[in-house]
């Protein structure tokens, strides 16, 4: 353990070494003011091919954990984008990211943005990256995705999108006036499994999702995800999001217009324990969709790891279950339980009968996500137009390819999801009741 600790201590020593050289080496220190070229080899700068060029440059702001998984993703072939800066507070932090992530030293960003600053200084550079990857604390979305998006970035944001929908609808109005694309950072959203799923019980009129983790002594004490500035919304925000999109998925058929015209009539948390900062940290919900169909949820961070969800439907023989919905088990193939019980000698013996449905799993979602953005990204640059857009429509796109089309429509899943969890937090706030919409 010693030895990786002083081996890991020696690379951060090398790359401050390097860091230092290139802030020196630059001729004109303004124009880069808090950024630094990583260390390249003539390789490694030859590297930078016309492979590379066609791909979606990307920033990141912030280097949590959830921002190495993105970034790992982010480089696979498959991705069709590069992460080419990174910002952090801190150019410790900035640095043991990168060499921590990227251990081909090909794939290394070429700028790192560091200091008090540093977040501003990426979105604002005109050189670092096409694209921003922000999976900040929510209460920062606001103002970091605007200036994202006014200095012409395509920006994927991690969710909770925002504190409120009013404060993503507003966000999604500065996307569609740039001409830029704005999408949340859902990641089953894109697995071909999810389709399959959604599409396998016929007449669905029930869905029930638990998601849940255990959170340790230091998780209560120091994760963002329970504080009230950090992610207010607590675990309605951080897991119920994912329940929430699911049903709104299923109920709507996977059509974004059935969506639009109103699916969801009441929310109601029926049980929900708050920290003392008043944040949600485990909570049980129900949603009412039109149709007499219904959404149950349970979310917290107060019981062992579950995601599982389960949809039900009139007249369907099986119920079809996925175990491992947000965070896939690891395999070539991903599962979806299709199964049935009955009764039989007068009643004292149950049988179960199934089947499984499987889903390749050759691509895993974050990448297939990565790979989905660059697409509808680069479509919105070739397409759109403001002039084209409506925005009451939720059309914030202008175009007539089936990119742009599908980025308008995750965008209204996207903000369709917010408004329920508004919602939620409502009920939440007044006891519990019945909240309309």
Not at 211 to 224: A, W
Not at 306 to 311: A, L, M, P, S, Y
Not at 318 to 324: E, G, L, P, Q, V
Not at 387 to 394: K, L, V, Y
Request: some cysteine; proline content about 3%.
């Amino acid at each position: 353990m010693l030895e990786v600790e002083r081996r890991r201590f020696a690379r951060v020593l090398l790359g401050r070494r390097f860091l230092i050289h290139h802030r020196r080496s630059i001729e004109d220190p303004a124009a880069c003011r808090g950024s630094t070229l990583l260390p390249s080899t003539p390789s490694a700068m030859a590297a930078v091919n016309s492979d590379d060029a066609d791909k979606l440059a990307v920033g990141i702001c912030g280097c949590a954990r959830i921002a190495k998984k993105n970034a790992s993703a982010v480089s696979s072939p498959f991705s069709s984008c590069r992460i080419s800066a990174i910002a952090s507070r801190t150019e410790e932090k900035a640095t043991d990211f990168v060499y921590e992530v990227f251990g081909d030293e090909e794939q290394r960003p070429t700028h790192i943005f560091s200091g008090v600053d540093a977040y501003d200084n990426l979105l604002e550079s005109k050189q670092s990256c096409d694209a921003v990857y922000i999976p900040l604390p929510t209460k920062l979305h606001d103002a970091y995705v605007g200036t994202a998006l006014r200095n012409k970035k395509h920006v994927l944001l991690e969710k909770p999108v925002a504190v409120s929908a009013q404060s993503y609808r507003e966000m999604l109005s500065i996307a569609s006036q740039e001409g830029k694309f704005l999408m949340d950072g859902t990641m089953f959203v894109h697995a071909n499994r999810t389709k399959e799923f959604v599409k396998a019980i016929p007449n669905a009129n029930r869905v029930n999702f638990n998601f849940t983790f255990r959170g340790d002594e230091d998780f209560f004490k120091n994760d963002i995800r329970v504080k009230r500035e950090g992610d207010c919304l607590g675990c309605i925000g951080d897991l119920g999001w994912y329940c929430v999109r699911m049903g709104l998925l299923v109920f709507s058929d996977l059509k974004a217009d059935v969506l639009r015209q109103g699916l969801v009539k009441e929310v109601q948390v029926v049980n929900c324990e708050l920290n003392d900062e008043g944040v949600p940290i485990d909570a049980d919900c129900m949603v009412y969709f039109s149709g007499n169909r219904v959404l149950s949820i349970h979310c917290g961070f107060k019981h062992t790891l579950n995601q599982v969800v389960t949809i039900f439907g009139t007249g369907s023989e099986y119920a079809s279950t996925i175990t491992d919905v947000v965070l896939p088990h690891k395999g070539d193939h991903l599962n979806i339980s299709l199964s049935k019980q009955h009764m039989i000698d007068y009643d004292q013996i149950c049988i179960h009968d199934g089947k499984f449905l499987q889903s390749t799993n050759d691509i895993v979602q974050e990448v297939c996500m990565w790979h989905n953005f660059a697409k509808f990204a680069r479509k919105i640059d070739e397409e759109s137009s403001q002039a084209a857009a409506d925005i009451e429509s939720e059309k914030w796109w202008g175009g007539d390819s089936d990119e742009v089309k599908s980025a308008n429509d995750i965008a209204s899943y996207s903000l369709h999801t917010q408004i329920v969890l508004d919602a939620l937090m409502e009920s939440i706030q007044k006891g519990g009741v019945r909240i309309p919409l």
